[in-house]
């Protein structure tokens, strides 16, 4: 018999560590997205892929060169939510871990879905499978409703919060591989800092960073 998922909730002393050790440790963890009015079912979302972004130490980092009124969050408390809106359609869900006053932040790249299913593929029309409704950063976003509202939500607020973390089932050693960050360009794409849970479906493919043209 498979046991069920811990449903404690992560509290803040998971995310008060270095950004290379809580990002796999994120794998097999289960996102809660409650809906504050109670209009629907609460999302959750199993873990399945992240990346690692270190500040001051990753040229890849929106903190890279210190703090702007976008990337503020990054620089703590642990444990909130980073929200940023990119190419002007798309937000990202990232996780701030690290000492208060170091930015440091983990990207969700991609998840699997267990439960608000029905919710979620009225969200992601587009999706051929149910394993396609969060893979990759911009569709994980997408199924869970997160935008910049929610850029600064405390996740270690627990049921006030309407993002949370639990306990989950956390993957062994062996289960996680580890390669380049999808899309990082640079100094930044060296680094093999993306995690992924081996042979899981959701998990979005590698791309390499693809120079965009500019506008003439």
């Known amino acids: 018999m498979i046991a069920a998922p811990d449903r404690t909730p992560l509290v803040r002393d998971f995310f008060d560590r270095p950004v290379l050790e809580v990002a796999p440790d994120l794998l097999g963890r289960v996102l809660v997205r409650t809906d504050p009015d109670g209009s629907a079912d609460p999302i959750e979302l199993r873990i399945t892929e992240v990346e690692a972004y270190d500040g001051p130490n990753d040229p890849g980092s929106h903190a890279f060169r ?8 990054m620089f703590g408390p642990p444990g909130y939510v980073y929200v940023y809106f990119t190419y002007g359609m798309w937000h990202c869900m990232n996780l701030v871990c690290g000492p208060e006053g170091r930015a440091s932040a983990v990207l969700l790249r991609a998840g699997e879905i267990t439960e608000g299913l029905e919710v979620v593929r009225k969200r992601r029309l587009s999706a051929r499978h ?7 950063p ?28 639990l306990h989950g089932t956390p993957v062994t050693s062996d289960q996680v591989l580890s390669g380049p960050r999808t899309g990082v360009s640079g100094d930044g794409g060296v680094h093999p800092w993306r995690f992924w849970i081996s042979n899981d479906p959701t998990v979005s493919p590698y791309r390499a960073h693809t120079p965009r043209r500019r506008r003439t």
């Open 66 to 73: 210190g703090p702007t009124a976008r990337n503020a969050v």
């Open 130 to 136: 149910d394993r396609e409704l969060a893979k990759g």
């Open 138 to 165: 911009a569709r994980l976003a997408t199924a869970l409703a997160v935008d910049r509202s929610l850029d600064g939500t405390d996740a270690c607020a627990s049921q006030s919060s309407p993002l949370s973390l």
